[in-house]
């Protein structure tokens, strides 16, 4: 079979250079990478190239879904509308202690990454226990992911104590070096479950390893008021101190951030993750997007787990985070459509330093590409394929997905996953899992 | 053909009384009429009965979206990110006066009306000019809608000043007196575009014709600010001077609230019409829902015009204000799953004085359903199908839409237009309004 796919495409937003987007255009992958982006009426096949017809369809660079529990997609819809601390205290950790396992990750992981790449996310960055199980999930189905070394100051079913963490989290780094759709990042889960001796090492090994750190931060004003009460210290700066605040720190979440460490952010150039459908359920504050993004600080989106959100739809995370953020800004011309768009890609990419291999169809870049179909009727007519990608487009309306050239999703079916066989495990599931 | 339709559900949600969930349930519907919910396990086909297989399906009251300009579905995504008055000055009133006709309004409400009951609405609440024409594409369409007889100070091609705009207006009243899908409402358009004569007569009118009243009211701090500095009075407070607050009221948006006028709003009986997504694009401001809730004022729910939304889906809608209303009060237990799908439902029918007939689920209501196949991975594993269609459900998982007992949609398509047609014609009109 040819390595050469040829997607006429009607439109092209590749995200980069610049906000612009291509008519009549035609993507070529050759192999695992994008070759070209060329007008269709100036592209002959060679002779071998698989043509692919998106003419009704916009394509754009695969999603990065950049903060999420993907195992509790088991969890949707256990419990909401409820105070944060009764939801985790009576409802999530009591199931999580209950059915918490190898089995339930990896079944977990799989339900999520089927439904992340049925609505055009290709990457998603994980924190969660037993990661080598998930990333052997996302490995069958196909979807490109950056899994934590998770590290949290109390025993669970993946590790007892830091130490435990560390050495396990350390050999999943290890074992899935070199793989073309894993990475690794460190995951300390927040600061006021991780001590500073920990947070400590994670620095030092970050740097060894060369990985990102990625970890909730200033999830709400409760958790930064009674760090200040405890310990006279906000924890932002708490991370600073111990040298966590730098390119390589993916900080989730960041409702509440203070005049004075707009400035601290942006010169450390920490890469906030936005999660904003997770901070409306919860009522954990609103991310000031727009001012940050005034500052040239890197924007990220997550969709967070399914357990407070209760979806994985990173098309309705970025039209949820252009709208809030208008709102929240009192400014219509706040997070327009095109840094929506980067923010779900580019943005991901570039927290997560995958950048120079995804989050744009550039030539040379590895080709996760997102086919959506803008011929539903909710979609037209089309002034602006940018516009209603961003602001009216559905999940629904991807037809077609690439992760390093293989087509994993084709005319809205995935291809590596059979769906029938994840409802029947997720009802199983249910089962055991609802009291 | 018979006229007994039995739908066997996996659940069915009624909205009342009360806010259960019945499992295995079967609507059974009589001609236009609900005639019973029964255990599936105890119903038997009399022997005319037809038979349909929701098993993997939520039935709900169809969505009420209470306030719509159904034919601005054609300016979809023609303008986005700009400040409000730039975006109406240089791009929507020059479009609508450069294309705005009897045409323009059928083609765009056939479009609108397509798009809703595709993603289950199954009646709308409109304010557009020639509304004769809107109502008669409604009726083609096959879904149930509420007619704004406009007023405005100002000519436009549907009528040149006051007194047309109330004759035409009563005019297309008698038109559809008696219509099994049409009714009406005087729709003055925003207290700061009509003047106290007209507003009087229409205080007057509605009373003698038995209708609600449809208004823009505060929808923006900068509208209250600058009446109150012109005359020195709120537009509420003017509005209740003039005799309009009552429960004929819709009053629509309604972001600016000042403390004393809650007490106001929940005396009188008016209504709050909330558009969450239009006022967050826009950044008009928050409508505060949980508190106008505690109140036991009665809420609503619409999109708005495509043009500002930029969709028509009230699934989505009714998400983003059960989101946005637990952030904006920083309570994670606002407006729960019920209440929101109660605003988008019978919340809607109440406004409009029409939930005698629609808005529940309840035999001898008119069966206005809609099914939604929650066998989407996104939607697995249920635990409580209301959260399922409240917080993770797509519009695309719609399958069937029944108004007045017709199967409007049928298996995800709908029955009544021919959706290629309606493409062709907005890909059309989008050319003619392109500059």
Redesign the interface.
Known sequence: MSNVQAIHAGWIIPVEPGDHVLENHTLVIDGAQIEALVPSADWRNPGNAIEIDCRRHALIPGLVNTHTHAAMA?F???A?????ME?LEQHIWPAEARVGSREFVRDGTR?AA??ML??GTTCFNDMYFFPDEAAAAAIEAGIRCVMGMIVIGFPTAWASDVDEYFRKGQAVHDQYRGHPLVTTAFAPHAPYTVDDAALKRVATLAEELDVPVHMHVHETAFEVDSALAATGVRPLHRLHQLGLLSPRLLAVHMTTIHDEDYELVARTGVNVVHCP?S?????S??CPVARLAGLGINLALGTDG?AS?????ML?ELR?AS??A??V??????L??AAALAMATLGGARALALDHLVGSLVPGKLADVVAIDL?A????????AL??VV??A????VSDVWVGGRRVVADGTLTTLD?DE??QS??A??DRI?P
């Open positions: 088991l949707r819809g256990m909401d509308d409820l105070p944060l939801w339900l089927a439904e049925l609505g459908e901070n409306l359920k919860l009522a504050g609103f399914a959100n209760n979806d994985l739809d309705g949820t709208l809030l208008k709102g800004a009192g400014d219509p011309c706040a327009p459509a011929s009727l909710g979609t037209q007519p089309v002034y602006d516009s209603q602001y009216a559905q999940r629904s309306q769906s994840l409802r997720a009802a599931w249910r609802r």
